[in-house]
């Protein structure tokens, strides 16, 4: 199972008319496109944690876990997590499933780290002066931790570097973060192979 942690400073309200001007969750929004779609198919072993941290009651975590039921549509993600933030605080705040395989609760970014770390994932942490991904034994069971357009604070940075097994770098070009989520999933393709569903009959053309 590959997994992604988003430390995001999106804004953690569903009334949100701009994804751009709610801390950049359009940011968010094409990391997930790139953790799970490929060509007329769903990733079927990936988690993506979306952690947000903007206003107004941060954090909140939505977790995304491959599932064909997930309503999805590449073309409007920004949707599925509008209606997510909206179940959560219609449930009062409680950790819920709002949609197949997308889960919401209130957590941080420790909470989040230690429950990898339970279930024996190597974490890793990207960094421009990180160790070549090249060089790095990568697990299949790997979660790997990036930051948005902010990046990563102090704080946050010294809490993933005690969590990480390695901090490791795609080298000297700074990517966004949603291209270092395409390349991640390129370089555990080739070392575990590509698991996904085939969405042919889904998303069939009517050309």
Not at 83 to 110: D, H, M, N, T
Not at 190 to 195: A, E, N, V, Y
Request: charged share 30%; with cysteine.
């Amino acid at each position: 199972m590959r997994a992604f942690l988003l430390i995001s400073h999106g804004h953690t309200t569903y009334k949100i008319k701009d994804f751009y001007k709610a801390g950049r969750l359009d940011i968010a929004i094409h990391s997930i496109i790139h953790a799970f779609f490929i060509s007329n198919g769903l990733r079927s072993d990936v988690e993506f944690n979306l952690l947000l941290l903007g206003p107004p009651k941060p954090p909140i975590r939505i977790k995304i876990v491959s599932n064909l039921e997930t309503p999805w549509s590449k073309k409007d993600i920004g949707s599925l997590i509008k209606i997510s933030l909206w179940k959560f605080y219609k449930k009062k705040e409680k950790p819920i499933e709002a949609l197949k395989g997308v889960y919401v609760e209130r957590k941080g970014l420790e909470e989040i780290l230690n429950e990898y770390k339970k279930r024996n994932f190597k974490i890793f942490l990207l960094d421009l002066d990180g160790k070549n991904i090249e060089d790095v034994e990568i697990d299949e069971n790997s979660l790997f931790v990036l930051g948005d357009f902010v990046g990563i604070d102090k704080k946050q940075l010294e809490i993933c570097k005690n969590f990480s097994n390695e901090i490791i770098s795609l080298g000297k070009t700074l990517y966004f973060t949603s291209q270092c989520i395409f390349l991640l999933n390129y370089f555990y393709d080739k070392k575990f192979g590509s698991r996904y569903f085939d969405t042919t009959f889904k998303f069939k053309s009517n050309i």
